[in-house]
Nanobody
Framework: QVQLVESGGGLVQPGGSLRLSCAAS????????MSWYRQAPGKERELVAT????????NYAGTVKGRFTLSRDNAKNTVYLQMNSLKSEDTAVYYC?????????WGKGTLVTVSS
């Protein structure tokens, strides 16, 4: 049974930081491309960042580039999203995604609220 469990969301003031984690089980984690998506109220889900399976190369949406950092620890089957200089427009439910030729899986999401 595949599980992706996100954690680390919460309420933070503008300019603050949060680190999201996504712990995977039931998959060969190192073989999967891992991504974070987010969905703000009334908006479509959008890709935030992706990290590849082999060389851990990363790609970011323009709106978060330079503020967010995505990393993975294959020994812990976990991917991390470090979010700095948070803005109100970063408020959303953040979803972890694991993708490979073997499957495409989603977590249930963690809410990030950026507000003073």
């Amino acid at each position: 049974q595949v599980q992706l469990v996100e954690s680390g969301g919460g309420l933070v003031q503008p300019g603050g930081s949060l680190r999201l984690s996504c712990a995977a089980s039931g998959i060969t984690f190192s073989s999967y491309v891992m991504s974070w998506y987010r969905q703000a109220p009334g908006k479509e889900r959008e890709l935030v960042a992706t990290i590849s399976s082999v060389v851990s190369s990363t790609n970011y949406a323009g709106t978060v580039k330079g503020r967010f950092t995505l990393s993975r620890d294959n020994a812990k089957n976990t991917v991390y999203l470090q979010m700095n200089s948070l803005k109100s427009e970063d408020t959303a439910v953040y979803y972890c995604n694991a993708r490979s030729l073997q499957g495409n899986y989603w977590g249930k999401g963690t809410l990030v609220t950026v507000s003073s």
